[in-house]
């Protein structure tokens, strides 16, 4: 595993081997076909066209969603796990604001609005308070309006790091197949994060106007 730093916010997480950083803004479309011509190698093999286009079409919802959440960077695995392709992909947004109202209205646009939830608890990530949901929900394919929505497994993650400050971890796989792995794998994950001591005492004070700090690889 490795050590990602969350830009220049004090969050540290680890992430397995296989997992990738990709922009949501400048840089998108190169860091994208990067990935894509590493995972399938000769772009131009005809037996190897339709799973080219299949990585590309995710890895651009991918961006697309993170981008649409606010997050900087999405999170992703690209490479086969035991040999097996396997969908999984995290993103990471810290939101400041002057009320609960601003904070929850920005917690909708990242998280939704909750459907689908099939599990909530209360955890400590980090050491803070964090409200932990699993849910399972039906979304389009992205980029293919003739394919039927595929079942997407959550795992949300809201901390409460201090006064007016909420960190959003949002997971999310379409292997429901490993949804039991997947999950165990996100919470895993969620457990490795950690806060640049530095930071602590900054985080005790209220936020000005809102603003959201978001997630870079």
């Known amino acids: 595993m490795s050590v990602v730093a969350m830009g220049d916010s004090p969050w540290r997480i680890l992430m397995p081997q296989g997992w990738a950083s990709i922009p949501t803004g400048d840089g998108a479309a190169k860091v994208v076909e990067r990935i894509v011509l590493r995972a399938v190698g000769h ?14 079409r995710q890895l651009r919802g991918l961006v697309t969603e993170a981008r649409h959440q606010g997050a900087a960077y999405v999170h992703t695995i690209v490479d086969p796990m035991h040999g097996m392709p396997v969908s999984g992909s995290l993103v990471v947004v ?14 909708r646009v990242v998280l939704g609005q909750g459907e689908g939830q099939i599990e909530v608890s209360t955890e400590e990530v980090a050491g803070y308070a964090a409200l ?65 001591p530095e930071a602590a005492d900054a985080a005790k004070q209220p936020g000005g106007a809102l603003s959201v700090r978001t997630s870079e690889g």
């Open 43 to 56: 772009p131009h093999r005809d037996e190897l066209i339709k799973i080219r286009i299949e990585l590309d």
């Open 94 to 107: 810290e939101v400041i604001g002057p009320t609960d109202d601003a904070i929850l209205e920005q917690v």
């Open 132 to 196: 932990r949901r699993v849910r399972r929900v039906l979304k389009p394919v992205p980029f293919d309006s003739l394919s039927e929505p595929v079942v997407n497994i959550h795992v949300d993650y809201v901390v409460d790091v201090g006064p007016g400050n909420v960190l959003m971890l949002a997971f999310s796989t379409m292997s429901e197949d490993l949804a039991t792995e997947m999950i165990a794998l996100f919470d895993a994950m969620a457990g490795t994060l950690t806060r640049q």
